[in-house]
């Protein structure tokens, strides 16, 4: 098609193999590029409302699955930008990219999910999962097999020599269908691994973990019918109806269908239960709590550990007596109560023990009063003081 007959809504100056993105009159390629676009913008919205969730995860298991699902996102923003590849016109670029990159970015979504089922199966089995690097590490080699295969594929078609007499000027464009298909053989075993992992994943006995499972499976069915029903008309369906030239436009609709469904089924559903919390740590059904409160567990301990409350002032009513006057008058000496006598019977504390005790002078007076001399009046009776020398006073 020359520049002059470039089709309805093209400018003349466009080359020919972009006339599928806007082309009125083959409505297809402008519907798909559209739903590609929005496709893009999505992922990329879901992408950084993701890496902004994680700061405001609570369950330290959820936030180990963040990786996988941040890896699934980044293949799924490729599959909608190879959408494009399969819109415009074949070249040696175009057809290149195609080969190459649709078993590459599908098998990373696959990978990534099939990671996610076995994660479900080990906690249920046997009550604790691999760590995050542990997951993503699997995911990688999982995804590299396929990265290996296409790459070897790849370098072995184009640097096929064609057979003599024979001129082909495009080797990369002139790949038979079936040919196609036979690449993506490791696909599909990572697709039906992802149906049985999440199978496994369904009797877990918490219905959280059983409702990522059910996310998952749900995903990879509705991935394989789409997958059956893009090689039943890639293989059959176009050559029997007579339109061949519909091959491009299947598999672009199957990719961009696909990569919608892997955001609808499991990355916003899974984004939505981010802040939900570990059911491992939920209550018993009797309702008593497994462990008391923090606060309750701390205020017992500082109770068990506060010693007992001590009066530093001393409570002998043997040294009950006339109280001396607040501010004494002149200085006392703190040996004023010693009078070379033996102790008596009655408890006296020395000097030692009540500096020991850190009491003041005032304390000491306080606690341990001047002996005073009996009155000698007639007629009364007057009692002696009850302390440790009134023993040795005459009567």
Not at 170 to 182: E, G, K, M, P, R
Not at 323 to 339: L, Q
Not at 360 to 380: H, L
């Amino acid at each position: 098609m020359g520049p002059t007959d470039a089709p309805n809504g093209c400018g003349s100056s466009i080359s020919s193999i972009y006339y599928n993105l806007c082309d009125l009159t083959a409505v297809w390629g402008v519907v798909v590029e559209a739903v590609a676009a929005a496709g893009v913008v999505t992922s990329f919205v879901l992408l950084v409302i993701l890496m902004a969730s994680v700061a405001f995860v609570t369950n330290k298991k959820r936030k180990g699955m963040v990786a996988l699902q941040a890896g699934i996102l980044i293949f799924i923003l490729g599959l909608f930008g190879l959408t494009f590849a399969f819109i415009v016109g074949q070249y040696a670029t175009s057809c290149a990219a195609r080969r190459f990159l649709f078993g590459v970015l599908f098998s990373g979504c696959l990978a990534c999910l099939v990671m996610h089922g076995l994660w479900l199966a080990l906690l249920e089995r046997r009550g604790w999962a691999p760590r995050c690097w542990m997951l993503c590490l699997g995911a990688l080699g999982l995804w590299m097999v396929e990265v290996i295969i296409n790459t070897e594929w790849l370098i072995i078609t184009m640097v096929r020599s064609p057979l003599e007499g024979v001129n082909i000027p495009d080797l990369t464009c002139s790949i038979a269908n079936q040919d196609f298909v036979s690449a993506l053989v490791y696909v599909m075993v990572l697709l039906l691994s992802v149906v049985l992992m999440a199978v496994l994943s369904l009797t877990h006995k918490h219905k959280q973990w059983r409702r990522d499972g059910a996310f998952i499976l749900v995903t990879g069915l509705f991935t394989m019918a789409i997958w059956v029903a893009w090689i039943v008309m890639y293989m059959h369906g176009n050559r029997m109806a007579g339109d061949p030239s519909w091959d491009d436009p299947t598999l672009a609709v199957a990719i961009v269908f696909n990569a919608w469904v892997f955001i609808f089924l499991y990355i916003i559903p899974e984004i939505c239960l981010l802040n939900q919390e570990d059911p491992d740590q939920e209550q018993p059904l009797d309702g008593e709590p497994v462990y008391p409160a923090s606060s309750h567990v701390y205020g017992n301990i500082l109770k068990e550990l506060e010693p007992p409350h001590q009066n530093v002032y001393m409570d002998n009513k043997a040294f009950t007596m006339d109280e001396p006057p607040t501010v004494p008058t002149k200085p006392v000496s703190p040996y004023g109560a010693y009078n070379g006598q033996l102790r008596s019977c009655v408890y006296q504390p020395t000097e030692l023990a009540l500096i020991a005790k850190g009491l003041t002078k005032m304390e000491q007076d306080a606690m341990m009063p001047r002996v005073k001399a009996p009155s000698f009046n007639p007629g009364s009776r007057s009692s002696l003081p009850h302390s440790a020398d009134s023993d040795s006073l005459p009567f």
